[in-house]
């Protein structure tokens, strides 16, 4: 059982930086990829951000490609997302997400991610 808790969230104006964390724990041992998702009221669950297991490869929604970075330090067990010109539309309820095994499922898929945390809000103001 792996536990992922998000933080860094908050209240931001356009423009601004924020950088979001994810901590992992429990049996982190063989944990895969990890992605970052987001949430908007009234809006499915969408794909942000993807890293791989061994940090080689990367992936990004085109909405957030340039702005934002993804990566994850392993001696820490932590995920981290960082944004940067930040919009309004980028409010929403950010998750990140690990795999435990490549299930076939393609990166920007939920259902490939078996271990969810509960997510940290982010607001954007205009």
């Known amino acids: 059982q792996v536990t992922l808790v998000e933080s860094g969230g908050g209240l931001v104006q356009a423009g601004d930086s924020l950088r979001l964390s994810c901590a992992a724990s429990?049996?982190?041992?063989?944990?895969?990829?990890m992605a970052w998702f987001r949430q908007a009221p009234g809006r499915q669950r969408e794909f942000v951000a993807y890293?791989?297991?061994?940090?080689?490869?990367?992936q990004y929604a085109a909405s957030v490609k340039g702005r934002f970075t993804i990566s994850r330090d392993d001696a820490k067990n932590t995920l981290y997302l960082q944004m940067s010109s930040l919009k309004p539309e980028d409010t929403a309820v950010y998750f990140c997400?690990?795999?435990?095994?490549?299930?076939?499922?393609?990166?920007?898929?939920?259902?490939?991610?078996?271990?969810w945390g509960q997510g940290t809000q982010v607001t954007v103001s205009s």
């Open positions: 997400a690990a795999e435990i095994n490549n299930n076939g499922a393609v990166y920007n898929n939920a259902l490939r991610y078996t271990y």
């Open positions: 890293i791989s297991r061994t940090r080689d490869s990367t």
């Open positions: 429990g049996n982190t041992f063989g944990t895969g990829a």
